[in-house]
């Protein structure tokens, strides 16, 4: 079929054929490339970012019938920022049949603000691997007899857990309680408590240490199943997985045989054809020592995966272990080390080097691991014995990153790299309030905290449900990341929302709380400018002022303020407002609009917090010249 130029005619073109012909080969080819160009679409509208245009398109595409379609709409969601409604259908696409629709899910919950699709990326911290969007087979995801007994009736495979297999450990959900749970653990063997495993055993406990986790797990129950046959120590945890809501079972392994199925590959599994082979990897692989416990090479590997962070660790457990030369060679040994390895968008991220010669010097780069290894930014380091940091303020999107150190030895020679991953994740906010329902026009004190800090952050009343750069009313935090502002409750009775955003970047919601505004009494006068004043001709002059008078000097908290005002430049636009003394001209409390008139009185509401204030004014809704202003105190 030919390709017509705007990708709607070609979709329609697609759906009239089949209306025709739907079991042609012209249908299917159609349909094919119909999808394929929806895809297409669909990741274009992603790349964007403009929210307000496509969010909605998307949403209404994230259940479509074909997994490729679905996996391009969640990669879109993620970029166009999801938000708590959209937290029902990132969980359910979480245990998609397909693993592309289920890497794209996470990478959505990765991004969003919400709390509770936050809670899937602790609960599964590593984005699942991807093969395509062919339907998984349950019945191939492991091999039930290297489990040694019979799982619970209704208990699933969780494929978003896949990646994990091959660190030897399965987990499943299942709707049973966990009381019920719990008693066919102990057809098993004695439960008791992962915190008493790890007191008693804490070589068998340092296999499900990741299971200690109490905002995912709650409480563990493990039992633990001695080496029999060809099978290794394996424990069998039972806990309330509180991010799926079911009553979750793991089954971890001390190393041992495979986990697949024995007569093919799992899904996740499935070699792809045109990927590299991982050299490193296995020559990494290639120092395990046949006869070293499993869990010991198991933890062994892994630090060598993570470029040596973990060994400090595996000293702690096995200070006589199987690999504990090897271990303390690559403590002694040049490394990169960064104070975390999970950041918020608003933390300062600090690296130092260890075991480096006196007088070396170093590049380090933040390489962006999503972005072809894109550089955000680099710092030369002269000295490499003090601690580097890196104030991205707020450049650095959610992501993965990697932070690589070029090291220059003093007595020349070829220098040596070093890297470290880590995360970024989008950093929140909280509002607190003393109570969600106002009178139009009420001031409000909003307490705030987890705030970048940056001049420029604000919080905003806006209608519920609206796009993220709407607002009724708005004031700035004066830079601080914990204290309160207060702003008028909008005008007109309905659901509302309390809003908080860094850096006037409305493509995040760092903290929202809902308000309601009910009644008719306002105690703020909040005079909107009106629509039949004529503006005076030209533009003020720089130098202009108006003059500001106060009927007293001290108010009591919400207390009214009569303010006498002159030599206003009479547009509709000119208005007088409360701020707390020596913020920023751009900042507000509560206003007040002088409808174009030159000379007059307004009346404003008092600040509920003690503290020093001003009243300013200014003309046109320029904040560039300060005209006039009044200090006052609230006491």
Partial sequence: MP???????????????????????????ARLQSEALMVQVIAEAGNTRDRGAFIDLVRAVLTDPSPAIRTSAFYALAKLQPDAADTPAIMAALQDPASDVRGAAWAAAFLSPDPVARRVVRRVPERPES???????????????ALGFALPEGAAYLSLTADRRNRFQLEFLTPEA????????????????????????????????????AESFGDPQVVRLPPEGDRPLRLVLIYGDLVFGQTGIAVVFAGGPALFPPDGVAEATVPDAKAPVDTAALARLSVL???????????????????????????????????AKEARAIVAGPRLILDDINYSDTDIIT??????????????????????????????????????????????????????????????????????????????????????DFAPGETITVRFS???????????????????????????????????????????????????????????????????????????????????????????APDARATLALDKTIYAPGEKILVTYSGMFGDRYDYVTTVVAGAPWNAYLSYVYTEGALDGTATLPAPNERGTYEVRAFFKEDESILRGSATFEVR
């Fill in 450 to 540: 987890g705030m970048s800090g940056d001049d420029q952050d604000y919080i905003s009343t806006a209608l519920a449900g609206s796009e993220n750069a709407s607002y009724a009313t708005y004031a700035y935090t004066g830079g601080l990341r914990e204290g309160s502002v207060t702003l008028p409750a909008p005008t007109t009775p309905g659901d509302y929302e309390l809003r908080a955003f860094f850096r006037e970047d409305e493509t995040v919601l760092r903290a929202s709380l809902p308000i309601t505004v009910l009644g008719t009494a306002a105690v703020a006068e909040v005079i909107e400018p009106q629509e039949n004043v004529v503006p005076p001709a030209g533009e003020p």
């Fill in 289 to 323: 020592k046949p006869d070293a416990p499993g869990e010991e090479s198991d933890l062994f590997v892994s630090i060598l995966l993570a470029d040596g962070y973990g060994a400090e660790d595996y000293l702690e457990l096995y200070p006589e272990g199987a690999y």
């Fill in 178 to 213: 966990a009381a019920d749970v719990t008693g066919w653990a102990a057809t098993l063997g004695p439960v008791v408590p992962l915190t008493d495993l790890l007191a008693t055993d804490p070589a068998a406990a340092a296999l499900a240490l990741g299971f200690l986790d």
């Fill in 351 to 436: 690296a130092r080097f260890a075991n480096l010669p006196v007088g070396a010097t170093a590049n380090l780069a933040i390489l962006n691991a999503s972005d072809a290894y894109a550089t955000e930014a680099s710092q030369f380091v002269s000295d490499t014995t003090v601690a580097t940091q890196f104030d991205t303020e707020g450049r650095l999107a959610p992501g993965v990153y990697l932070l690589q150190a070029e090291v220059w030895s003093p007595d020349g020679g070829d220098p040596i790299t070093l890297s470290r991953d880590f995360s970024i994740t989008a950093g929140l906010a909280e509002l607190a309030t003393d109570k969600t």
């Fill in 3 to 29: 390709q017509a130029a705007d990708p709607l005619e070609t979709i329609e073109a697609a759906e009239a054929l089949c209306a025709d012909q739907p079991d042609s080969i012209a249908c299917a080819t």
């Fill in 131 to 145: 093969t395509g969007t062919e339907p998984s087979d349950p019945a191939r995801a492991y091999d039930p007899a």
